[in-house]
């Protein structure tokens, strides 16, 4: 079974679109017979992911250090729970049971995990694809930036050609279907 790596924040943000849509890329995992990676979190749009292949009887694993065990931040109902020591730990994990990336919308967490995973492919270090979930144009001001990074010289074009942008799981999984 391939595994999706999503990155989500742990709060919900201020639009419910969001956690409907992280909820329905859980659900669309389990019915399109992908596992879901994610960062083990029991709140936010990590919870609704989770929650959303979970009741749809999807695999999910989560990957959280064991502070954030500690501070009763871990989902209680997953198919796994690995508990690393931290953060870097979790981050290897996660890649390296993935097949693919997705970033739903999230803070400054989601925000390192998406750009790590597009340094890694800039570097080669793993050839997956790298998704944003552009839920209610979340990302349009990101993209923005990756594109201004462009033309100042500090980004090349056809690095960020390989991003993909979708604005629905059912882009997300065309996409994936088609590699």
Known sequence: MPNLCVFAGSA????????????RL???CAQQGWGVIYGGGGSGLMAAVAD????????????IPDSMVKLEWAHDNLSELHIVETMHQ?????????DAFVALPGGVGTFDEVCEALAWQKLEIHKK???LLNVAGFYDSFVALLDHLVTEGFYA????????????????FERLQAQ
């Open 26 to 28: 859980g659900l669309t």
């Open 129 to 131: 694809p790298v998704a």
């Open 52 to 63: 959303g292949a979970m009741a749809a009887g999807g695999y999910v694993e989560g990957v």
């Open 157 to 172: 074009r056809g690095d960020l050609d390989r991003m993909w942008v979708v604005d629905s799981c059912e882009q997300l």
């Open 12 to 23: 919900p943000g201020r639009k419910a679109v969001y956690a409907a849509e992280a909820r």
């Open 90 to 98: 979790r981050k290897q994990r996660m890649h390296d049971r993935s």
